[in-house]
């Protein structure tokens, strides 16, 4: 007899009992999901909690008595439990949702708007609350604060690099954390760095303007047609996917909202495939963790194109799935945990050619 496969026990956490009762109906049509109980607040979830020890929470930040954000810290400090924040992405929110992530919380998913309802999102609301039940803390989150490192490495010239270098790093779950330690350890004066990461609409520019303050170069959310250059990271807009083309020296982004691949828009194959096209040989790329297998087909041909390619090793990933089905493809030259990334980003850099 073939036996049952355990499902993700949810507790949904929102004041709006519509909400609840939406965010119950979506998750009810995984078969992969049982949503466990509902609260109105923080303090009802606490009990819930107690009672039910969910797999998942998913968490409005905006809420009476007590916020979402002040009882996430609470609750990861005394009991741990993966958290998805499903709430409002206005500009306000998407700063809050930042924070949410720096105190824990391993994915955000904006609630629908538009006359988008819970239902047509169920796929993407699920596959979170999966990704969060297989989640797990990664050491990098205990590392020094990325505003008190420096790079190691020498400063490299921008001189050094032809115009056809260029950096592409692909992310999901975990990802914006991940970013946010990868990025401030690098350098300025690099060539070109493009970010795909798996990210909401309207979240993406908060996040962008959040590395930027951190980084020694200029990072922001990507713009159609605009040029690379030296010393400037963009990141993909949510719901955009990024791709490169030639320009008069070097390479421009193109944004389309073609359809998703993988489930996901942007999607990091995009720009990989569109990079092993123009770039080849010329191109670094990194797959860091994240659920499913986004980028890896992407890697895999970076890396017979040439490329350098790494991807995130298990141990220090929030969610191994897209490292691991990367290497799997034998696509990544090498597998390096997150705190070695950013020197290994300069030594291929240093060292374009494969040994």
């Known amino acids: 007899m073939k036996a049952s496969v355990k499902k993700v026990r949810v507790l949904v956490v929102d004041d709006s009992a519509l909400a609840r009762r939406a965010i119950r109906d979506a998750l009810a049509r995984d078969p992969e999901i049982e949503v466990v109980g509902d609260a109105r607040d923080a303090y ?22 007590m916020d979402g954000l002040n009882f996430l810290r609470i609750l990861q400090e005394h009991h741990p439990v993966p958290v998805v924040v499903v709430s409002s992405l206005t500009p306000a929110g998407s700063a809050k949702a930042m924070e949410a992530l720096a105190a824990g919380a391993i994915d955000v998913l904006a609630k629908p708007a538009g006359g988008i309802s819970f239902r047509e999102i169920a796929h993407e609301l699920a596959f979170h609350v999966k990704a969060a039940a297989r989640a797990r803390r990664r050491s990098a989150r205990s590392a020094p604060a990325p505003e008190a490192v420096r790079p190691s490495a020498p400063v490299l010239g921008a001189g050094q690099f032809s115009d056809r270098r260029i950096i592409v790093i692909g992310a999901s779950t975990g990802g914006v954390e991940a970013l946010r330690y990868l990025l401030p350890r690098l350098p300025d004066r690099l060539p070109p760095i493009v970010v795909v990461q798996h990210i909401p609409a309207n979240f993406s520019r908060i996040m962008a303007e959040h590395l930027d303050a951190l980084c020694a170069f200029t990072v922001r959310e990507a713009v159609h047609g605009e040029e690379l250059r030296p010393g400037l990271c963009l ?12 320009a008069a020296t070097g390479y421009r982004v193109r944004l389309t909202q073609s359809p998703r691949v993988h489930h996901c828009r942007p999607a990091v194959d995009i720009l990989f495939r569109s990079a092993a096209e123009l770039a080849g040989d010329q191109a670094v790329a990194a797959l860091l963790t994240g659920m499913g297998v986004d980028g890896a087909r992407g890697l895999q041909l970076l890396h017979a194109a040439g490329a350098r390619t790494l991807a995130e090793a298990e141990e220090s990933c929030v969610v191994f ?10 696509a990544a030259e090498q597998v390096v945990p997150l705190p070695q990334i950013p020197q290994a980003i300069l030594r291929m850099l240093s060292h374009p050619v494969r040994v």
């Open 44 to 65: 009802v979830a606490r009990d819930q909690i107690l009672a039910l020890d969910p797999d998942v929470i998913t968490l409005d930040l905006e809420m009476p008595r």
């Open 235 to 246: 990141v993909a807009p949510g719901d955009f996917h990024l791709s490169l083309v030639r």
């Open 321 to 330: 799935g897209m490292p691991q089905a990367a290497i799997k493809l034998g």
